[in-house]
C-alpha cells in the first residue's frame, strides 16, 4: 500500500462562522502544505473541527476588510499567504436559500465639517456652504466656484469609503422579509463591528415630525444644480429610507444594503424587491452594508430624516469573541498517512468523469476503501517526491526526511475498512511490525538496512547491514529511515478460541431440567415395559415347556 505523507507544513489561522449567528465563531490554527497543494486541506481541517459536511463549506481569504478571494477545493494553496486572514462559513446548499457574499464599509471614510469654501475661502459662518455631490468631502458656496475649482478638484472628486468588520458567506431564503435579512446581519455584525449612535441624531429624529426636516449640521438648500447635494446620487440600496410611520417598536437599521460585485464596487440599478418589505434574492451573490456615518447626509424631499452614527469601527481581527479550539501537532503518524490514503479527491478539470444521468463531465469525487486486508500488510511511504525547480525548465527529486511515528505492538487497521468483522475473515485486524526497510541518503544516491523481529524471541530485534547483523533495541526500531513496513496479522490466542460461554436465564435453565426429567421418566417407563414384556415372554415358554413334558 502506497502512503502519501503529509508535505513540509506551516501554520494557518482561521476564523469559523456557524450557519446561524446564534453559535458563537470558532477560531482555530491548522497545519497546510509550504508549497502545493490544494485549498482542500482547510476545507478537510474545517470540517474535521466543526463536524460541519465538506459540501456545506465556502472559504475565503480578506485584504483590507475586503472579500478578497473565494477559494473552491480545488484552488491553489499557494494563493493563500500565512499572514492572509482566512474565513470560514457554514452554508446551507438547497434550492431555497441563495449563497452570499456580506462586507461592511462605512458611507464615508472621514466626514468632514463645513469650514470654508474650498475655492473663494469664504467662512461658513459667513454665508451658508454645500458639499460637493460626489466626493462628499470639498465645500463650496455658490455653483460658479465649483466651477471655478473644478479644473484642480477633479482629480481628487471620489468618494472615499472604508471597509470594515470581516467579509463571510451568508445562507438567506430567496424571499426574505427587510426586518428578517437586517436582523441577521446585525447578529453576524455584532462580532466584528462596533458602532454607537449619535445622541443627537437621536433626539432630533425622536422629535421629527411626518414631514422631512435638514439634518442639525445641514444648511439651506439653495438651486445650485447637479454639482451640488440638492440630489442623491447614489446607487439604488436595497435598503428603502425608513418610512414616516416608523412603528417606535421596529428598530432602527444603522446601515443600508447594496448590491455590489465582490470587491465592493455598486452594482448599476436593479429592482431587489417584489413588495414593499420583502427582498427577491434570487440574482444576488453580493451584499455591501454601508453604516450610516454621515452626519451631512441630504435625503431627498420626500425622505423622512434617518439619524446617523457617532462612531463605527472594525473588532481587531484577534479581538472578536470567538472559541478557540485545541492547536496542531506536528507530529505524523503511520495512521495519518491511511487517512490520507482514503480521503476523498474532487476530481480536477482535466479528469472530469462523464455522468450517465447529466450526460455532462463533471468534477466527481475519488474516494480508495480498504475492504479485505491480508495477513502480511506491507506500507511503502512515499518519501520521493517530484517538483518543478526555480528555474521552471527542469524537474527536481527531493526526500522527504521527517519521521513518521508507527506502531510495533499493535496496529489496528479497524478504523480504516469498511467492515472490520469482514477485514479479516472474522479476525480482528489487528497487525504487529515484524520487518523495516530503511532508507539512508537521497534520490542519488543511499544506502539500504533493515530491522527484522526475532521469530522465535519475543520483542527481539536484528538489524540487517549488508553482512552484518546484530541485535538491536526494540526502540530504535522507529526512525526517520523506515521506508518499507511490514506488519502480521495477530493470530487469535487459545484464550481467544475458547468458545463463550451460553449465559441462560433462570426459566429457560428450569425448562431444560424439566425435559431432561421429563425425558429420563419417559426412557425408565419404556425400559420397565420392555423389561415387563420379556420377563412375560419367558414365564409363558417356561410354561410351555413343562406342559410338552408332561405330555411325554
Known amino acids: 500500500m502506497d502512503l502519501p505523507l503529509p508535505r513540509e507544513l506551516r501554520k494557518l489561522s482561521v476564523l469559523f462562522f456557524f450557519a446561524s449567528p446564534e453559535k458563537r465563531p470558532r477560531r482555530f490554527e491548522i497545519q497546510v502544505s509550504k508549497k502545493g497543494g490544494s485549498v482542500r486541506e482547510i476545507y478537510l481541517q474545517v470540517s474535521k473541527n466543526t463536524d460541519v459536511p465538506l459540501d456545506a463549506l465556502r472559504v475565503l481569504t480578506s485584504y483590507k476588510k475586503r472579500l478578497h478571494k473565494s477559494h473552491p477545493p480545488t484552488g491553489d494553496l499557494d494563493d493563500i499567504d500565512s499572514t492572509s486572514e ?62 471655478e475649482n473644478f479644473k484642480y478638484h ?36 455584532a462580532y466584528s463591528i462596533d458602532y454607537s449612535w449619535s445622541v443627537e441624531s437621536l433626539e432630533r429624529q425622536k422629535n421629527a415630525t411626518s414631514d422631512y426636516e435638514t439634518p442639525p449640521s445641514s444648511p439651506e438648500q439653495p438651486e445650485l444644480g447637479d454639482d451640488f447635494e440638492t440630489e442623491n446620487q447614489e446607487s439604488t440600496t436595497l435598503n428603502q429610507p425608513i418610512n414616516k410611520t416608523r412603528p417606535e417598536s421596529q428598530p432602527l437599521v444603522p446601515f443600508r444594503l447594496i448590491a455590489t460585485t465582490q470587491h465592493g464596487t ?42 446617523w452614527l457617532e462612531s463605527v469601527s472594525s473588532v481587531n481581527h484577534e479581538d472578536i469573541r470567538a472559541d478557540r479550539m485545541s492547536s496542531y501537532d506536528d507530529t505524523v503518524t503511520l495512521e495519518r498517512c491511511i487517512e490520507l490514503f482514503s480521503e476523498a479527491e474532487i476530481l480536477e478539470e482535466d479528469d472530469f468523469w462523464y455522468c450517465g444521468s447529466c450526460k455532462e463531465h463533471v468534477a466527481a469525487q475519488k474516494q480508495l476503501s480498504l475492504w479485505k486486508l491480508p ?14 525547480s526555480q528555474s521552471h525548465y527542469s524537474i527536481r527529486r ?40 530503511n532508507h539512508m541518503g537521497s534520490m542519488s544516491f543511499g544506502h539500504y538496512t533493515a530491522y527484522v523481529k526475532h521469530p522465535d524471541k519475543e520483542s527481539q530485534w536484528r538489524l ?9 533495541r526494540q526502540s530504535s526500531v522507529v526512525s526517520d529511515n523506515g521506508y518499507l513496513l511490514f506488519y502480521k496479522l495477530k493470530e487469535p490466542t487459545k484464550s481467544d478460541s475458547k468458545p463463550k460461554l451460553n449465559i441462560q436465564s433462570y426459566e429457560e435453565v428450569k425448562l431444560e431440567e424439566q425435559m431432561e426429567k421429563l425425558t429420563f421418566e419417559s426412557l425408565k417407563e419404556t425400559y420397565e415395559a420392555k423389561e415387563q414384556e420379556k420377563l412375560t415372554e419367558d414365564e409363558e415358554e417356561e410354561e410351555d415347556s413343562n406342559e410338552d413334558e408332561r405330555r411325554h
Not at 458639499?131 to 466651477?147: F, G, N, Q, T
Not at 472615499?160 to 446585525?186: A, Q
Not at 495477513?375 to 517538483?387: D, E, M, N, P, Q
Not at 468483522?421 to 472474522?426: D, F, L
Open 375 to 388: 495477513k502480511v500488510l506491507i506500507f511503502h511511504l512515499k518519501r520521493f517526491h517530484y517538483r518543478q
Open 398 to 437: 527531493d526526500k522527504i526526511n521527517k519521521l513518521v511515528d508507527y506502531q510495533v505492538e499493535n496496529l489496528d487497521m479497524s478504523p480504516f475498512v469498511i467492515d472490520p468483522k469482514e477485514a479479516c475473515n472474522g479476525v480482528p485486524p489487528n497487525y504487529e511490525l515484524c520487518g523495516v526497510v
Open 86 to 147: 482566512v474565513i470560514a462559513s457554514q452554508i446551507k446548499n438547497d434550492e431555497e436559500n441563495v449563497v452570499i457574499g456580506l462586507s461592511h464599509r462605512k458611507e464615508l471614510r472621514k466626514v468632514s465639517d463645513p469650514d470654508k469654501c474650498q475655492c473663494c475661502g469664504v467662512e461658513h459662518s459667513e454665508k451658508s456652504l454645500k458639499r460637493c455631490a460626489k466626493c462628499k468631502d470639498a465645500w463650496y458656496c455658490s455653483k460658479e466656484c465649483i466651477k
Open 154 to 189: 477633479k482629480s481628487s472628486c471620489e468618494v472615499s469609503k472604508e471597509f470594515i468588520g470581516n467579509p463571510l458567506f451568508i445562507s438567506v431564503p430567496r424571499r426574505i422579509s427587510r426586518s428578517t435579512l437586517h436582523k441577521l446581519i446585525l447578529d453576524y455584525a
Open 464 to 472: 540487517a547491514d549488508d553482512s552484518h547483523v546484530r541485535d538491536v
Open 266 to 307: 455598486d452594482l448599476a440599478k436593479q429592482s431587489m424587491t417584489e413588495e414593499e418589505d420583502v427582498y427577491l434574492l434570487d440574482d444576488v451573490t453580493n451584499l455591501t452594508a454601508e453604516w450610516l456615518n454621515d452626519k451631512h447626509r441630504v435625503a431627498k424631499k420626500d425622505e423622512p430624516y434617518v439619524p
